[in-house]
T-cell receptor, first 111, second 113 residues
């Protein structure tokens, strides 16, 4: 069984600043992927970034990067140069069999 | 961008009615999921399927049922709607493999009066 924990229900950040969203997980799998998804208000959820557990190098997608600490089972998302369009719910996920999520973090970017 | 569609987008229905929420994807994904989500809240997995004729219940107990007769189609049915079923229902499908990303429909917002 997989469990995912997001301990920050809500966060806010000033436009152009950097924010980090936390996620911890537990899995019995040897190899797995971790995902961050973004759900903007009233819009479809989309993938932000994914990380393979066997890769030591942290994944990066433009302004989004992760800090993956395998031993600690931690998978945080860093958003640099925050933009108003980053305002959304962010969900962390451990794998896709089945696809389960943390409770989400509501991020507000303030102008 | 996502080729996964849910209908209807909004539904208001009376207590006791039978309803079916439709979900279709054109990406050929074997894995499909249904979630219940109150606005701005966490996602609760209620059903999933790993392929045709495969269905499983998720973590959240639900009075709904699902079927998977065709790869592209994963409808959810409530035999007798109740006000407690009022919520948003999200459908998703996943690419194969550990690396596979998931795609989400726009959701059906159900209100039972």
């Amino acid at each position: 069984a997989q469990t995912v924990t997001q301990s920050q229900p809500e966060m806010s950040v000033q436009e152009a600043e950097t924010v980090t969203l936390s996620c911890t997980y537990d899995t019995s799998e040897n190899n797995y992927y971790l995902f961050w998804y973004k759900q903007p208000p009233s819009r479809q959820m989309i993938l932000v970034i994914r990380q393979e557990a066997y890769k030591q190098q942290n994944a990066t997608e433009n302004r989004f990067s992760v800090n993956f600490q395998k031993a600690a089972k931690s998978f945080s998302l860093k958003i640099s140069d925050s933009q108003l369009g980053d305002t959304a719910m962010y969900f962390c996920s451990s794998g896709n069999t089945p696809l389960v999520f943390g409770k989400g973090t509501r991020l507000s970017v303030i102008a | 961008e996502a080729d996964i569609y849910q209908t209807p987008r909004y539904l208001v229905i009376g207590t006791g009615k039978k309803i079916t929420l439709e979900c279709s994807q054109t990406m050929g994904h074997d894995k499909m999921y249904w979630y219940q989500q109150d606005p701005g809240m966490e996602l609760h997995l209620i059903h999933y399927s790993y392929g045709v004729n495969s269905t499983e219940k998720g973590d959240l107990s639900s009075e709904s049922t699902v079927s998977r007769i065709r790869t592209e189609h994963f409808p959810l049915t409530l035999e007798s709607a109740r006000p407690s079923h009022t919520s948003q229902y999200l459908c998703a499908s996943s690419e194969s493999g550990l690396r596979g990303r998931s795609f989400f429909g726009q959701g059906t917002r159900l209100t039972v009066v």
